[in-house]
Structures are given as C-alpha cells and as structure tokens.
C-alpha cells in the first residue's frame, strides 16, 4: 500500500525529527536524575560498594520466582486444559449416545446404566471445569498482596514456630505459585482453544487417537502460541515477587532495597540500583519476546493475528 | 451437521443479554458463597464472627471508602495518560514517540510498589516547601500508580488505534476530510470500540494496585486491615482465626469491586458492539 | 476535466511512476489496465491527491490542484474514489457511510443528507439494506455502498481502482451494472479493472500501463484485438486467455 500525502510531507524532516527526538529523550533523563541527584545526593562510592549485595537480594527474587514459576506451569497447564474443554449441551451429548447405543443393540432398547454413565462423566466434566474457573477467577479477582498475606496469615497460624524468613518464603512461594498459575492456566486456555477444532478433526479422520491428536498435531501449534506470553509471564511473576515486601522476612530484592533505603538515606541510590537491576532483567527479555513474535510468526497462527496494512 | 441460527430481533436480544448479565451475577453470588463455606470449613472459621465485626467493622468500612477515593483519583487519570500518550505514540514524529516510550518501557519494567515506595519518598522533596504535608507523599504515590497503570492502558490504546485498517483513514480521506475529522469520525470510534475488552481487564488490575498504597501509609481498605490484623496477632486473649476472616471479607470486596467493573464495561461493550467490528483473533 | 501530465513518483528507491500524462474528457470513461505493480493505483490516488506527486501538474478542470495554496482536502471532495478492497467504515450502517462525507465535510443537515443517501442507496439497489452494518453485506453489496458513499459528496469525477479485484465472482456483475449506469449517466470516470467486458462496452479509451509509463492507448477494439506493442499484445494475451 502506497504512503499517504502526509506521510511524505513527515518523511522530509525525517533527520531533523530523530536528532530532536534523540535530544529530548536523553534531555528530560538527564533532567530528571540531575533534579533527584542534586537534591538527594548521588554517592558512587556507597554504589561501588554495595551493589554486590543488591545483586544477591535480586538473585532471591529470581530464585523465589523461578521456583513458583514452575510449579505454577504444572498448575496452569492442567487447569488450562481442563478450562478449554468444550462442553456440548447434555441434551446433544444424551442424544448422539442414544443414537450409538440403539445402533450397538441392534434395534433393542438400551440399557439407562449407559445413561447414568454418561450422565456421571458429563457432571464430572462439568463441575472439574467450573471449579478450575471459580480459581482463576477468584486468583484474577483479588490483589496479590491480599493472597499473600492470606497465606502468610495461615503459615502463622499453623507453624507458628517456624523461622521467619522460612515461614516468609513458605508463604511467599505458596501464594506465587498459587498466582501464576491461576494466570498460566489463562495462557494455556488461549493456546489450546487457539488452534482450531477442524485440526483436531482432520487428525482423527487420519486415525490418531485423541491423545495422539493432542500430542502431535494441538500441542506443537499452542506450545508455540504459548511460548511469547509464558516468557512475559516470568517477567510479570519477577515482578509481583516484590510483593513479598508486605512479608518483611524475605531480603528479595524490593524489601533489601527498601530496608538499604532507610537504614543508610541512600535513597535515591537505593532507588536507582533496584530499579535498574529490575529495568535489566525485565526490558531486554521483553523486546526479545516482542522481536521473536514478529519474526518467527506462523503467517495466519498467533493468539493475537498478524498485522497487514494499519494506521 | 445442519445449524440453524436464529437472527434476534432488537428486543429479543436486548432481553437475552439482560438475562445472561442476571445468570451470570447468580452463579457468581452462589460460587462465591460455597467458595466461602468451603474455607470456613477447611480453615475453621466463621465469617459472620459478631464480636471480630464489633471490632473490625470501622476500619473494614473506612478502609472500602479510602480505596474509593483512591480509585476515582487514579483510574480517571490513567485513562488520560493512557490514551495520550497511546495517541501521541502512533505519531510518525519521534521526538513525540522515543521519550514516551522511554517512559511507558520504565513503567512497565519496574514493579509498580517500587515506585510507589520511593515516589513517596523523593516525590514530596522535589515540591516546594509550603505543600509538604503528611499526605502529600501518598498523593503522589497515587499519581504514579496513575501513570504505571496510563503506560499499560496506552499500550491498549495504540493497539486499538493500530488495528484500524489502513484503508479506512484513506477512504475517509477520499470523502475530502481533513485529517483531524478522519481521526474523529472515522479511526477514533473504531479504536476506543476495540480497546474496551482489555481495559476492562486493566480496570480490574487498577482496582487491586490501590492496594500497594497501604505500603506507604495509604491506609485503603488492605492497609486498614493489615493494620488491624497487626493487633488482633500481638493482643492476648483475641482468635487468631480471625485473621481469616478479616482477609477473606477484603478479598471479597476486592473480587466484587473486580467483577462489577468488568461487568460493567462488558456491558457497555456488548452495547456498542458492532457486528464484523472485533480485535482480529485466528 | 481531469488532466495530468508529466506526473512523477518515487517511493523510495522505487521509481513507480516515470512522467505519466493522460486527458480524460467531461462524462468520458477511460479504462487503464496493466500488470500489478505497474503504477495504475499510484497514478490514481495521485490524482485525487491521496498521493503528492514528486513532481508533474495534476489539472481539475482547467486549474493545477496540486498546489500549495490548494487544500487536498478540496480536491478529494470533487474527485470521488472507490477502492478495492471497499473500505467502508466498519462502524457505522451502510446509510452512516453514505451520510458521514456531506454531514461533516460539507455540512449538509443530517436530514436531508439521510433523504440523498437513501436514494443513493436505491439508486445502487440497496434501499433495504441502509441499516445494515458492513460486516453483514456480501462484498458486491458493500463495494456497491462504496460507490453511493463517493458518489454522496457530489463528485465531477470518479476513480475506480480494481472496484471488482477482491470479490466472488458471483458479485462481479451487480458492481460493473452499477458502475455502467453510473456512465450512461454522464459520470466521468477512470476505471482501473481487467474486466474486459465492462472496458469494451463502456470505454472508449483503453490505457496499458507498465513500469510506471503509458505505453499504448487506444480505443477497446484496438488494444484487446490488435496491440501495436509487444507487451500489450504478451499482457492482453495473458488476459483474454
């Protein structure tokens, strides 16, 4: 599609407007940090000094949310499943198995076992998937911080003389686990449904069983659906592991820096440590995961289509 | 296998869609509640408990109220910045673009109680000395979680305004508009119909970000009950199950705060959806 | 009516149109084919100004419009277009389609636009379908609301680029009728298409355009029947076959 008027009328001050840009952009950095700097003081030394006890309060945060990460993959993965299953109406399921068995008996009346059977597996299949709803919805539905301290509540409650910075990351790890996988099930859920019902179809009308249609032909289309979102799921879970600064226990790397903050008034050092050591893990994955998605899309498969022509 | 579909006339589905609204509200109350009696069961507690309400209802509602109040500051406010920034984003002019997204990568990089935790402390030095109060560090506090929820919502935005054709700014263009009425008639109601399904789910998380507040003395409805919950554990003589019913009322009124914003902006979507008008899924 | 001559356009290194003139006449219709790429929808959307031409003079019944002191806005208004994969605004019925142009470009009353656009509307036969969102419209019908939408701005000229390209066969001929009697009533019109049939019944020029240069021009018998160039005879062949 050709450009528009105005695009060519911009493309002329093309090199003007990126030196601007370039200008304003590191302009209003400087700025801000000379502002801050100047009224907090910025003392190198104390940054020299400490950063290596910053990188081992980062690294507690990464080791606390990698475990609950995984454990929590199991969680979504399984409840996302379970959550994608479509449900026919009963009256059809009821229908389409009189229909098999009049056919099996030969003309005879089938026996209303077979019924209750279905009947069973139909409730059963229901209630798994509604319950694995009623989670997700509960664990999207309120902050993390209470779920947290609701943990937290019940580690006191239960083990109260356990050690604090075990009962800290018990219930850290717990409600982590608990979050990212009420989320992952969410990833999960897209992916599978994502690829679309007619495949399902085809593989069985080529003799796979419904397992085998699941391994070789719907797992390998969602797992690449799944990847992209499941990567910025790690970066959000890091993230909400600063959570556990309401716990107080744990020296992830939130509640050291916060601590660091008021026991030395190198605030705006403080600050600026924690907040680039999170901007270094959380931005370049991020445009990794942004980058990946552009190049190596299946043209006509993603959770979110491919752009053509837009504004 | 034959479908028949049924085309619904104008009330009719005025009314089915009432009524799935209706249904869905019920199932949600039910579920709810047998969620609640099985927790009671599990964790040996009783909601309802007459002499921790006795204790705990003052702070309980004071805290819903401050969480309002925190709300109907941040969420109107982050819509702005949202959606101009998201606007000013799809500029071809990078001097517009570069140090927005400098500022939507920072606050969508950094965990939005960081910001919150030092906002309130460096924020109030940078004023002048005749605002500095006790509050005015939680009202900044406010105003970045603001700003960290307008760098999600501006995301949603210009994706909105992404996923309008680029022929439809043209067509329009060939009817004579100038660029500003294309932008208004034309692009601008199809994005903003496009953006309402993610915001509602960004609403929701606004919702449960007023919560960090308590982290720097907002005392909101979490913070409130932290605070109580606090003194209940270090006061002989009190239940220490009350510490769950204190959690499971405010994670309660979170869910419902969650849920009827949601609802309310599904609703409003379902109201001006217009068939063959959807974000492009496969 | 509508004259371009010596029109120049390059999108970056691509040199898409190499000085193209054409003249087209009140109420003529002129067909330009050739090979996709060749510059035909480029010279369109210069001509109406979608476009700035590099450089060239694109002339709107006797005065250059392709000047500063000429809002393109202005031009776009007297210059109806019609695209190929429609373009309707997917937010508003097909009447809002129609009516949006005259009520906020020309400031017609919603009213009395309303009235012009149902009669626009009949007139492409599709009175019943004015409340009708796009997304519910086959594309014959949408692309024939396409043209009541240009035509409600009370275009002089109209440009169609490949209207029939991007629908079902079925839907082919209820647009080119709608276009045909948009000729016989005396529109002028410059039509990108391949749809030899509607170029020899209703032009009476045909331009071949490739690389971006009017190669050959003349009239429907003349191209499709005897080709003097190479390569209108090698594309028409391809075509007709």
């Given amino acids: 599609m050709p450009a528009t008027f105005d695009e060519q009328r911009r493309s002329r001050v093309r090199i003007v407007d ?3 840009a370039i200008l304003v952009t590191v302009g209003i950095l400087a700025y801000i940090l000379d502002v801050l700097a100047l009224r907090w003081g910025l003392s190198t030394a104390y940054i020299g000094r400490s950063y290596p006890n910053y990188l081992k309060a980062a690294w507690i945060s990464l080791y606390v949310t990698t475990i609950a990460y995984f454990i929590g993959m199991g969680i979504g993965f399984v409840l996302g499943w379970a959550r994608s299953v479509r449900t026919l109406p009963l009256a059809r399921v009821m229908a389409a198995r009189r229909r098999e068995a009049v056919a099996a008996a030969d003309g005879g009346s089938p026996g209303a076992g077979l019924f209750l059977g279905t009947l069973l597996v139909y409730g059963i299949k229901y209630y798994v998937r509604r319950t694995a709803d009623a989670y997700v919805a509960i664990i999207r539905g309120t902050p993390l911080f209470v779920q947290i301290v609701f943990v937290w509540s019940a580690v006191l409650v239960f083990y109260p003389r356990l050690d604090p910075l075990v009962q800290g990351l018990l219930a850290g790890v717990i409600a982590l686990t608990a979050n990212t996988g009420g989320y992952q099930s969410e990833i999960f859920r897209a992916g599978i449904q994502t690829v679309h019902s007619g495949q399902v179809e085809a593989g069985r009308a080529i003799g796979l069983s419904r397992w085998g249609a699941m391994r070789y032909i719907v797992l390998p289309q969602a797992v690449r659906l799944v990847i992209p979102p499941l990567t910025n799921e790690y970066i959000g879970l890091l993230k909400a592991s600063s959570l556990l600064a309401v716990v107080g226990s744990v020296p992830e790397l939130t509640t050291f820096g916060r601590s660091e903050a008021f026991q030395t008034f190198h605030i705006f050092e403080a600050f600026a440590l924690v907040v680039g050591i999170y901007l270094l893990i959380t931005v370049p994955v991020s445009k990794v995961v942004e980058w990946i998605e552009r190049r190596y899309r299946i043209p006509g498969l993603g959770i979110q289509a491919p752009r053509t022509a837009r504004v | 296998m034959a479908t028949t579909v049924a085309v619904p006339t104008r009330s009719s589905a005025l009314r089915v869609r009432v009524s799935k609204t209706a249904i869905r509200g019920a199932e949600m109350a039910v579920g709810t509640i047998l969620v609640i009696l099985i927790l009671q069961t599990v964790l040996r507690f009783n909601l309802l408990d007459e002499d921790l309400w006795k204790l705990y209802l003052p702070s309980f509602l004071d805290g819903i109220v401050l969480s309002l109040r925190y709300l109907g500051i941040i969420l109107p406010l982050s819509v702005v910045i949202g959606f101009t920034i998201g606007w000013a984003r799809i500029s071809r002019f990078r001097t517009l673009s570069w140090p927005l997204s400098v500022f939507v990568d920072f606050f969508r990089g950094v965990p939005p109680i960081i910001v919150v935790i030092f906002a309130a402390v460096l924020g109030p030095s940078l004023l002048p000395a005749r605002f500095q109060s006790q509050d005015i560090g939680i009202i900044i506090a406010a105003l970045t979680l603001a700003m960290h929820s307008g760098a999600y919502q501006s995301e949603i935005f210009r994706a909105g305004f992404m996923s309008v054709p680029r022929g439809q700014l043209e067509a329009a263009q060939s009817l004579g508009m100038t660029n500003g009425a294309a932008m208004r008639f034309v692009v601008l109601p199809q994005a903003l119909r496009l953006s309402i399904p993610p915001l509602a789910n960004e609403f929701a998380v606004v919702i449960k970000d007023t919560s960090l507040l308590a982290i720097v003395g907002g005392f ?8 109580f919950e606090q ?14 019913v204190v959690w499971t009322a405010v994670a309660l009124v979170y869910f419902v705060m969650t849920f009827a914003v949601t609802e309310l902006l599904n609703a409003i979507d379902r109201r001006y959806h217009v068939k063959g008008l959807e974000a492009v899924t496969v | 009516m509508i004259r371009v001559e010596e029109l120049e356009k ?15 006449q009140k109420g003529e219709v002129l067909v330009i084919i050739g090979p996709s790429g060749s510059g035909k929808s480029t010279l369109l959307r210069c001509i109406n100004l979608l476009i700035e031409p590099d450089s060239g003079r694109v002339f709107l019944d006797g ?7 000429i809002r393109p806005e202005w031009v776009r208004q007297q210059v109806g277009m019609v695209f190929q994969s429609f373009n309707l605004f997917a937010h508003l019925t097909a009447l809002q389609n129609v009516t949006l142009g005259p009520i906020r470009v020309l400031g017609t009353d919603p009213t009395t636009a309303g009235a012009q656009g149902r009669k626009l509307l009949a ?6 379908k004015a409340d009708a969102y796009p997304a519910q419209l086959s594309g014959g ?15 002089k000229a109209m440009l169609f680029d490949e209207p029939t390209s ?3 066969p079925e839907y082919i001929r209820e647009v080119l009728d709608a276009m045909a009697a948009l000729a016989r009533d005396g529109m002028t019109m410059i039509v990108v298409t391949h749809e030899m049939g509607f170029a020899s019944e209703v032009a009476k020029r045909i331009l071949f355009m490739d690389a971006g240069r009017i190669i050959e021009e003349g009239s429907p018998e003349e191209i499709f029947h005897s080709p003097k160039q190479e390569r209108t005879r090698m594309f028409v062949g391809k075509i007709l076959r």
């Fill in chain 3, 10 to 24: 390059h999108f970056g290194a691509l040199h898409v149109l190499k000085g193209v003139s054409l003249e087209v």
């Fill in chain 3, 63 to 69: 005065t250059q419009v392709n000047r500063r002191d």
């Fill in chain 3, 141 to 155: 019908q949408q692309q024939r609301v396409a043209i009541a939408r240009a035509l409600a701005m009370n275009p």
């Fill in chain 2, 220 to 227: 909101e409805l979490f913070g409130s009950s932290f605070i």
């Fill in chain 2, 231 to 244: 003194q209940i554990l270090f006061s002989p003589g009190n239940q220490l199950s009350w510490i769950f």
């Fill in chain 3, 123 to 128: 007139r492409v036969g599709l009175a019943d």
């Fill in chain 3, 166 to 168: 991007a629908l079902d």
């Fill in chain 1, 18 to 20: 990126i030196l601007l």
